[in-house]
């Protein structure tokens, strides 16, 4: 018996050449994608420009794989927090964040995370597994179709749970995904991909044809400082993640973002915003300021508006161009570092940092 082919982990051109095989014409392909991608429809019964013997092939050879919403929680603020459950029962988390000022999805690449970033819970889980690139497509048609953009632009980032480049070739093939014509049609200036700067994955990101904004977590200005916070930084220090960010290629009004989370009397120093003006100095950048989201489990604590005013103030004066993120959705954990699930890995620190710096083919040239 021949296994079925998920249309959800499908490219355009993956499933033109599958009904090709089945003696199928390739524009049948289109249709399907604007289906599942652009009215929201994986009943097949229901796709009735689709002739009967195409939808019984189609329901001899593919399934549909959606997640499954098995949690929505609702902010004050208007934030809504989805708790997402795959195929193999794990669960992600996702995140809408209206009027800010577009209405944004914010996505998870992977069940957990590798990073172990100290002030971040879902490094508490460890690294599960990676999510496919239907299950990381599949977040954003749930969420369309829950909170009715469906026919409406937004913005998606790929700051949910999980570090994107470190299962960069999922990532990718969402990303081509939600960018093709017949489907979402998401122009690459609508998405932004948030990494900690695992280089060699960077480096491969400048050379695609794609090219998202990018968003590197720095939050520390020096190298034993960030390596306390941000484990990656012994393999891939400052200094070399910098490099890449100023080789990066960038569209003539392009800037790169650099998150930096501000922990109260720990990188929140006129000094370390003296020393973030001088790394970042001939990058076109942006600076994202986030002052902690405090939580149970995590060793470190907010600092006053006062002292994140000052640091801010030191950008500015220096013709940085800064912003202070506001906290969405603190009050139901969905929050930046606040996403997490229960029945997280049991590796080791030592383990996950293997995961990292080990031959990977997720960083490599595909599987």
């Not at 009027?99 to 889980?125: E, H, R």
Request: hydrophobic content about 40%.
């Amino acid at each position: 018996m021949r296994a079925s082919t998920d249309l959800a982990e499908l490219e355009l051109s993956e499933l033109e050449a599958a009904l090709q095989a089945r003696g199928v014409q390739p524009f049948h392909a289109r249709q399907i994608f604007r289906w599942l991608y652009k009215r929201g429809v994986t009943d097949l019964d229901r796709m009735t420009d689709i002739g009967r013997s195409l939808r019984e092939t189609l329901r001899s050879d593919f399934t549909i794989t959606t997640p499954l919403v098995t949690g929505d929680e609702r902010s004050t603020d208007g934030t809504r927090k989805f708790l997402l459950e795959l195929a193999d029962r794990r669960r992600v988390e996702a995140v809408f964040i209206p009027d800010t000022p577009s209405m944004t999805f914010c996505i998870s690449t992977q069940v957990g995370c590798a990073m172990s970033c100290g002030f971040c819970l879902t490094g508490k889980m460890g690294l599960v597994r990676n999510l496919t690139a239907g299950e990381i497509v599949g977040q954003v048609r749930v969420l369309t179709a829950a909170t009715g953009m469906l026919e409406h632009p937004f913005n998606i980032v790929l700051m949910g749970m999980g570090e994107p480049l470190h299962n960069y070739d999922n990532t990718m093939k969402a990303l081509r995904i939600l960018n093709s014509e017949h489907g979402f049609a998401m122009s690459p200036r609508r998405i932004t991909l948030s990494t900690v700067g695992i280089v060699p994955a960077l480096e491969r990101l400048a050379r695609e044809p794609l090219m998202p904004n990018l968003a590197v977590s720095l939050h520390a200005t020096t190298d034993e400082q960030r390596t306390a916070l941000v484990p990656p930084n012994s393999k891939y220090p400052l200094a070399a993640v910098l490099d890449a960010c100023r080789k990066f290629p960038l569209k003539k009004r392009s800037r790169i973002t650099f998150e930096y989370v501000l922990l109260d009397r720990i990188n929140d120093t006129p000094d370390d915003a003296r020393r973030l003006v001088k790394l970042l100095a001939g990058i076109k950048s942006k600076v994202n300021l986030i002052p902690l989201n405090p939580a149970p489990g995590i060793p470190y604590q907010r600092p006053s508006d006062a002292r994140v005013d000052r640091f801010a103030q030191i950008l500015a004066d220096r013709h940085m161009t800064v912003s202070v993120r506001k906290s969405r959705g603190r009050d139901i954990r969905a929050a930046c570092g606040q996403l997490i699930v229960e029945g997280g890995s049991k590796k080791s620190a030592a383990q996950q940092m293997a995961l990292l710096v080990g031959p990977s083919p997720s960083l490599g040239t595909g599987h």
